[in-house]
């Protein structure tokens, strides 16, 4: 069974410019979440997706990030405009459905904020 | 809220060394407690996944236990081995929705 993708793995932007990243989680999984990981520290969960809708989102900073499942599958993250302190890993993980499932997690896109 | 610590922040044995990694939460009302392992530049792996109602689960060299009314984990890896080196992350589900909490993990190296 195929992982769940992300890209790209890595970017660097200066600070102010905009950034998008992708995420296809496994096939069949209705849950969707996006984590941001600075370094020296756990995941921190940014939104999280049950099929196309939005189950949660309060520790996503709605001023500068935007997330969307379009059609309950892929979805993408933006951050616009980047901040120095944005520079983290950004994990993207999939389970079946929310519930006491098991996350599994994609190789993550580390972003340097310049 | 809840809050995941792990005990020790880095961990250095030598190869066969058996070893615990300790994890403990503040709200004890959790659905279930993952063990991830992250290598430098990787996403997670997920070890093993305790239901609320488990006391313990075993895959290979590791048996991770749950003590739910004390809120705390334990992850214990037998017969330690170079490749075994990497971050070792503890979550934990609170409030439904699977939404995991994680500690700040704790960095293990396993030397020849």
């Known amino acids: 069974e195929a992982g769940v993708a992300q890209s790209p793995r890595y970017k660097i932007i200066e600070k102010r410019q905009s950034v998008a990243f992708w995420c296809n989680p496994i096939?069949?999984?209705?849950?969707l979440y996006w984590y941001q990981q600075i370094l020296g520290q756990g995941p921190k969960l940014l939104i999280q997706?049950?099929?196309?809708?939005?189950?949660?989102d309060s520790q996503l900073p709605k001023d500068r990030f935007s997330a969307e499942r379009l059609k309950g599958v892929d979805s993408t993250l933006k951050i616009q405009p980047a901040k120095l302190e944005d520079s983290a890993v950004y994990l993207c993980?999939?389970?079946?459905?929310?519930?006491?499932?098991?996350?599994?997690f994609g190789q993550g896109t580390r972003l340097t904020v310049v | 809220k809840q809050e995941v610590t792990q005990i020790p922040a880095a961990l250095s044995v030598p190869e066969g060394e058996n070893l615990v990694l300790n994890c403990s939460f503040t709200?004890?009302?959790?659905?279930?407690l993952q063990w991830f392992r992250q290598d430098p530049g990787k996403g997670l792996t997920s070890l093993l996944l305790?239901?609320?109602?488990?006391r313990e689960q075993t895959s290979g060299r590791l048996n991770a236990s749950l003590d739910k009314s004390s809120g705390r984990s334990t992850l214990y890896i037998a017969a330690s081995q170079p490749g075994d080196s990497a971050t070792y992350l503890c979550?934990?589900?609170?409030?439904?929705?699977?939404?995991?909490?994680f500690g700040t993990g704790t960095q293990l190296k396993v030397e020849l």
């Open positions: 979550a934990v589900e609170t409030g439904g929705g699977n939404k995991l909490t």
């Open positions: 997706f049950q099929n196309n809708g939005v189950v949660d």
């Open positions: 709200d004890s009302a959790i659905y279930n």
């Open positions: 305790i239901q609320s109602s488990q």
């Open positions: 096939s069949g999984h209705a849950t």
């Open positions: 993980a999939s389970s079946l459905w929310t519930g006491n499932t098991e996350a599994f």
